[in-house]
């Protein structure tokens, strides 16, 4: 039993915890006058009790498996789980490898992944790996994971929705694109240097132009090759004297006849004028000569470091920075596990990642037996036919056809120009591709944040290669970008993926 009292030696906070916890009695009320001792003793007892009620509070929100980061190894991990009916949650967030989905989000076609001998899209494949996961009972948060605590148990994450807690957890962060950090890379970074051929390769400001790509890889031979539908021509820029990829990806380099492989090249600078990239000059790593080479964009396929700063100074890592595991995929962290490429250093294939996804989750499964923490779920019929995001509503307006003021979603550049003359609410442009995988995961989340601010804002839908005059004159160098603007005027130009709580809060601002 319990009681609820006023007195000068209780915290206020005292009041509601104790009134909310199941011994309370309303019918028990006094007004206590304490000695000191006395004080000392009911401030433990209140201590001892906020415990017991913060506990009771948080079991909500405790899961067998918290899987953080999605990709091949993330949305793998989730479908074992899943399928061992652990229920685990699932924090996809941008933060942790730069898009929803990971790196293969940012590939075109993938033709070594087994089950697909005609080959499929990384976006593609991404959806599906999330499809399966969902349907084996995965809840999938597009949450960013703001902190990691591992020395609490359960171990606490905390996103910017919520916080939450699990008895296990995998780390699937991944990995993302290095940067060569020449001079001038920050100047002209999204005005004509790039990590992503295939979100920024379609940009008005790259059709028909001289392109360079940097790197001898399977990355960099790809990136080349997709260029090329754009491009008058590609040079793939290699410091050593051979290329690296693989031998099929070599062959359609080497035949293409608008990709030129120049070897012992490194890249020691940009040039151009203004915010406009004009060049590049080089060096010949054997001879030490240096030249220029004129081109309009510089594409990145340098390979990759880890997305470890999450757990830095909680796990072991190694000197570059990549988690340390033991037995497979033991991290030095009882109960926490590490998939895919942020301990994998050698091999970085998407059906590794795949591999050590599914490992992650037979070891923690095997260890919440082991240590009696299993919660209890019953696999629910999986469904037949996923429950998909809601359709695009937006609406497509042309002369023809008069638009909506009132709708909150709308498409091309006759919505954007007659909202922007017309319509007093803060508008919101989003730009993207047919092929920008990144483009397609942020998508429903803007649909999701446009919800919250439904009345009040348009969201108009602009595809770079449908309307590329309206790019070219807004500025845009690549996929996804974002800009938003009040009375007729641009308050903000976001190229890139970032946090939603950063979209959220400039929406925010922008509203007030």
Known sequence: MAFQCTCWALHPRA?????????????????????????????????????????????????????????????????????ANLKPVVFEGYSAG??????????????NFPGFPEGITGPDLMDRMRAQADRWGAELFPDDVELLDLQQRPFLIRTSEGEYRAHSVIIATGATA??????????????????????????????????????????????????????????????GDKLRASGAMQDRTLSHDRITVRFHRSVKDATGKDKALEG????????????????????????HQPNSSLVEGQLELDDKGYVKVHDSVCTSVEGVYAAGDLFD????????????????????????????????????????????????????????????LF????????ALRKLYHASPRTMVVFYSSPTCGPCRSLKPVFGRILDEFSGKMHLVDIDIEQDPEIAEAAGVNG???????????????LPGVRMKSEYRKLITDSLS
């Not at 730069?98 to 033709?111: A, D, I, K, P, R």
């Not at 992503?196 to 132009?209: E, L, R, T, W, Y």
């Not at 709708?407 to 006759?414: E, L, S, T």
């Open 15 to 83: 009041l509601p915890a104790l009134g909310k916890h199941p011994w309370a009695s309303s019918s028990l009320r006094c007004s206590l006058h304490l000695k000191r001792s006395e004080a000392r003793h009911l401030r433990r007892n209140y201590r001892r009790l906020c415990r017991i009620v913060n506990e009771q509070q948080s079991s909500s929100e405790l899961y067998n498996l918290a899987v953080i980061g999605s990709g091949p190894a993330g949305y793998t991990a989730a479908i074992y789980a899943g399928r």
């Open 98 to 111: 730069g898009s929803q989905g990971g790196q293969l989000m940012t590939t075109t076609e993938v033709f």
């Open 178 to 239: 290095k940067r060569l950090g020449i001079p001038k890379e920050d100047h002209y970074w999204a005005n004509g240097i790039s990590a992503c051929a295939i979100c920024d390769g379609g940009s008005p400001i790259f059709k028909n132009q001289e392109l360079a790509v940097v790197g001898g890889g399977d990355t960099a031979c790809e990136e080349a090759v997709y260029l090329t539908k754009y491009a008058k021509h590609v040079h793939l820029l290699v410091r």
């Open 280 to 303: 590049l000059q080089l060096e010949n790593t054997e001879t030490g000569e240096r030249e220029d080479l004129a081109v309009r964009g510089l594409f990145y396929g340098i390979g």
């Open 345 to 404: 250093t050698e091999w970085r294939q998407a059906v590794t990642a795949a591999g050590s996804g599914c490992m992650a989750a037979l070891s923690a499964e095997r260890y919440l037996s082991l240590n009696d923490l299993l919660i209890e779920h019953h696999q629910q019929e999986a469904k037949a036919e996923q429950e998909k995001e809601p359709a695009d509503s937006a609406q497509q307006a042309s002369p023809g056809n008069d638009i909506d």
């Open 407 to 414: 709708a909150d979603r709308h498409a091309g550049q006759y």
């Open 479 to 493: 996929t996804p970008t974002i800009q938003i603007f009040k009375n007729k005027e641009r308050i903000h130009h």
